[in-house]
C-alpha cells in the first residue's frame, strides 16, 4: 500500500505517519517546511521518543517527502491508495486544490483503483468538511467519478505531543505521548477495509466523538471554567 499524508510537523510525523510507516506502508509526506522536506528526503527516517511511564525511542524509516504546493504532490494523488492528513482544521480548504487536481490526474490516468483519504485533525466531521471543499474544487466532469472512486473517511484522534525541543537540533526528531487513538468510520470506506495497526474501525463514529468531548475535553473546559473564576489549582 501506498500513502500520502499531508502535514509532515510533528503530529504528523509522531501519530498518523508513524503508525503507517510501523504498518509497513509505502509512506510521503507532503509539505511546505523546505528544512524537514529536505531532511527526510536525506535521511528517510527520523526519530520518536515515546514518553509515558515507560520512555522508549522508535525509529520510523523507509519515508520520502514532497512539496505540498508543487506537481509532484499532484502525481501522487493519482497513484497511491491513501491519503492522510495533520494540517489543522483551516488548512483543509488550502490543501483541498491540490488534491482535486490529483483526483482528476488519476481519472484522466484510469486509475479506478479505491482511493480513501482521510482528515486525522483535531474537530467533528473533518473528512466531510474536506470533502466539501474538494468537491467545489472539481470540475463538474469528475464529480460522479470521484463519488464512486473515492472514499472519504472521517476519523477522531488523540495522541498529546508535546511540545519539546531537541537536544541535538534535530529537525525530525519528535517527542510523543503513550497514549494514542485513531477511530475511522469504516462505513465510509470504498473497497476492502485497511488493517492497520492503531487504526480502530467503528461503524458508529459519533459515540467516541460523544465520549472524547465529554470526559477529556470537558475536564480541560471545566479546569479553565475554574481558573476564570479565580483559583489558581485545581483543589482550591
Same mark, same amino acid.
Given at each position: 500500500?501506498?500513502?500520502?499524508?499531508?502535514?509532515?510537523?510533528?503530529?504528523?510525523r509522531?501519530?498518523?505517519?508513524?503508525?503507517?510507516?510501523?504498518?509497513?506502508?509505502?509512506?510521503?509526506?507532503?509539505?511546505?517546511?523546505?528544512?524537514?522536506?529536505?531532511?527526510?528526503?536525506?535521511r528517510?527516517?527520523?526519530?520518536?521518543?515515546?514518553?509515558?511511564?515507560?520512555?522508549?525511542? !522508535?525509529?520510523?524509516?523507509? %519515508?520520502?517527502?514532497?512539496?505540498?504546493?508543487? /506537481?509532484?504532490? +499532484? =502525481?501522487? $494523488?493519482?497513484?497511491?491508495?491513501?491519503?492522510?492528513?495533520?494540517?489543522?482544521?483551516?488548512?483543509?480548504?488550502r490543501?483541498?486544490?491540490?488534491?482535486?487536481?490529483g483526483?482528476?490526474?488519476?481519472?484522466?490516468?484510469?486509475?479506478e483503483?479505491?482511493?480513501n483519504?482521510?482528515a486525522?485533525?483535531?474537530?467533528?466531521?473533518?473528512?466531510?468538511?474536506?470533502?466539501?471543499?474538494?468537491?467545489?474544487?472539481?470540475?463538474? !466532469?469528475?464529480?460522479?467519478? %470521484?463519488?464512486?472512486?473515492?472514499?472519504?473517511? /472521517?476519523?477522531a +484522534? =488523540?495522541? $498529546?505531543?508535546?511540545?519539546?525541543?531537541?537536544?541535538?537540533?534535530?529537525?525530525?526528531?519528535?517527542?510523543?505521548?503513550?497514549?494514542?487513538?485513531?477511530?475511522?468510520?469504516?462505513t465510509?470506506?470504498?473497497?476492502?477495509?485497511?488493517?492497520i495497526p492503531?487504526?480502530?474501525?467503528t461503524?458508529?463514529?459519533?459515540?467516541?466523538?460523544?465520549?472524547?468531548?465529554?470526559?477529556?475535553?470537558t475536564?480541560h473546559?471545566?479546569?479553565?471554567?475554574?481558573?476564570?473564576?479565580?483559583?489558581?489549582?485545581?483543589?482550591?
Amino acid at each position: 500500500m501506498k500513502a500520502l499524508h499531508f502535514g509532515a510537523g510533528n503530529i504528523g510525523r509522531g501519530f498518523i505517519g508513524k503508525l503507517l510507516a510501523d504498518a509497513g506502508i509505502q509512506l510521503t509526506f507532503a509539505d511546505v517546511n523546505q528544512v524537514v522536506l529536505d531532511a527526510l528526503n536525506a535521511r528517510h527516517s527520523y526519530q520518536v521518543h515515546v514518553v509515558g511511564e515507560t520512555e522508549q525511542v !522508535d525509529t520510523v524509516s523507509g %519515508v520520502n517527502a514532497v512539496s505540498s504546493i508543487g /506537481d509532484d504532490v +499532484v =502525481d501522487l $494523488i493519482a497513484q497511491v491508495d491513501l491519503v492522510t492528513t495533520a494540517v489543522g482544521p483551516v488548512v483543509l480548504e488550502r490543501i483541498a486544490p491540490a488534491i482535486a487536481k490529483g483526483l482528476v490526474k488519476r481519472k484522466e490516468q484510469g486509475n479506478e483503483s479505491p482511493l480513501n483519504i482521510i482528515a486525522c485533525e483535531n474537530m467533528v466531521r473533518g473528512t466531510t468538511q474536506l470533502k466539501g471543499h474538494v468537491m467545489n474544487a472539481l470540475p463538474e !466532469d469528475a464529480k460522479a467519478w %470521484v463519488e464512486e472512486h473515492v472514499g472519504f473517511v /472521517d476519523s477522531a +484522534v =488523540d495522541r $498529546i505531543v508535546p511540545p519539546s525541543a531537541s537536544a541535538t537540533n534535530d529537525p525530525l526528531e519528535v517527542t510523543v505521548e503513550t497514549f494514542s487513538e485513531w477511530i475511522v468510520d469504516k462505513t465510509q470506506f470504498k473497497g476492502a477495509l485497511p488493517n492497520i495497526p492503531g487504526m480502530e474501525l467503528t461503524d458508529n463514529l459519533m459515540a467516541f466523538v460523544e465520549r472524547k468531548l465529554f470526559t477529556l475535553n470537558t475536564g480541560h473546559a471545566i479546569t479553565a471554567y475554574l481558573g476564570k473564576t479565580g483559583r489558581s489549582s485545581d483543589h482550591s
